[in-house]
């Protein structure tokens, strides 16, 4: 082996790629900013949730103490934890605010709440939760944060049931005075049977269909672009735009295959559950397919080679992922990205989806994200006719 011809093979691939700007760009700030995009999203303080009270507790007048209300003590407890914001409301208000997405959970607090409290075996608080549902996770973590504030809350309130109700045969001063809580909760979207995959999985969906969809019609346009294909092309009397509409046809073929096949999969193979119509997915998915075979031509007209198609992925692909609701809802992003966020395509694809597969929306209600989709789509053709060029630079 001769050590002077390695080093100067060395030499050459280094100075190749130091005078390749977007390769220094991948390589130096590509990383840069995809860990600065990370530290802000994992360092944001976390959201704090609408949290809906319907209180018509009125209490229990107790000797020596006064009117007790257990349930105002529980709504003071909750509001001094710092995780909710809390709305009060009437019964009436429950689905509505849950539906437009001004309350996440509503507990309610009847008339006898404090008399059931302190007459009941064992002194066990019930409380009625009502939850929006589509984010199983978000669920889990308002029915604990509840029954942690109750339980603090009804910590005070162990002496006055002991004086309100002695132990019972058979069952201890602890037993009697514990004050134990259940959360008895209901759904008005998806419910307990849905689990935190279900929830990833509308923008899994959308991901993967618009991942893989923008990287073949990237490596399938510049191949064409490459080989002289393009050239020939623009020599004959068809125009750009005739092009672009001839080449997103036939891409667009082999995408709506794809979407298929990863939909079909994941709701037959993988068996995630779903609200709406199949019918309304398979378009949302579509339309986003169509959204990825536009930009993955737009973007191909920039690149020289497939390496530089990879350069697109930071760039294009992983910020969507970041910012369009996959990992974090779009209402937690902190307000300076929140905007970055609406110019994603991937945004109101994964929006129409949860929509549809977790709170079975029908097209009446989804059509605004379906619209943008379609302007996406277009205004991505339209540049790619105005950028394709004949050859390879």
């Given at each position: ?6 080093v ?7 100075r190749?790629?130091?005078?390749d ?38 209490g ?48 309610t ?69 514990g ?19 279900d ?29 002289g ?7 004959t ?130 059509w ?12 991505f ?5 105005l ?7």
């Amino acid at each position: 082996m001769n050590r002077k011809r390695v080093v100067a093979l060395a030499r050459r691939v280094v100075r190749q790629i130091a005078h390749d700007r977007r390769t220094v760009a991948l390589v130096i700030v590509a990383p840069m900013l995809m860990l600065a995009l990370g530290a802000i999203l994992f360092r944001a303080e976390a959201a704090v949730i609408p949290l809906g009270v319907v209180n018509q507790d009125i209490g229990m007048k107790l000797p020596g103490i006064g009117n007790l209300a257990a349930g105002q003590r529980i709504i003071d407890e909750l509001a001094a934890s710092g995780a909710f914001d809390l709305i009060p409301l009437r019964l009436e208000e429950i689905d509505e605010r849950l539906r437009d997405g001004s309350a996440q959970g509503v507990v309610t607090f009847p008339a006898d709440f404090t008399v059931q409290l302190l007459s009941s075996p064992g002194h066990r608080a019930f409380l009625d939760l009502r939850l929006e549902g589509s984010n199983p996770g978000r669920s889990q973590l308002i029915a604990a944060r509840i029954t942690e504030g109750a339980v603090k809350a009804m910590v005070g309130l162990n002496r006055v049931g002991a004086t309100a109700s002695q132990p019972t045969d058979g069952q201890s001063e602890s037993q009697a005075v514990g004050l134990p809580v259940t959360v008895n909760t209901t759904y008005l979207y998806a419910g307990s049977s849905f689990d935190l995959m279900d929830y990833i999985a509308p923008v899994y969906i959308a991901f993967l269909s618009f991942f893989f969809v923008f990287l073949l019609t990237c490596v399938a346009f510049l191949r064409e672009r490459s080989q002289g294909t393009m050239e020939r092309l623009l020599a004959t009397p068809v125009t750009r735009l005739e092009i672009i509409l001839g080449y997103l046809g036939g891409l667009g073929i082999v995408a709506l295959i794809q979407v298929a096949v990863i939909l079909l999969f994941t709701i037959w193979v993988i068996k995630i559950h779903y609200l709406g119509s199949l019918a309304l997915l398979f378009l949302v998915v579509a339309l986003l397919a169509l959204v990825g075979v536009g930009l993955g031509i737009l973007a191909s007209t920039f690149a020289r080679n497939e390496f530089q198609v990879i350069q697109f992925i930071p760039i294009i692909i992983i910020p969507q992922a970041l910012l369009s609701g996959m990992v974090w809802p779009l209402e937690e992003l902190p307000g300076y990205l929140r905007p970055l966020a609406y110019l994603m395509p991937l945004s109101y694809a994964n929006r129409a989806l949860r929509d549809i597969m977790l709170r079975g929306l029908n097209l009446t209600a989804i059509w605004p994200n379906l619209l943008i989709l379609a302007t996406f789509a277009i205004v991505f053709v339209a540049l790619g006719a105005l950028t394709v060029r004949r050859e390879v630079a």
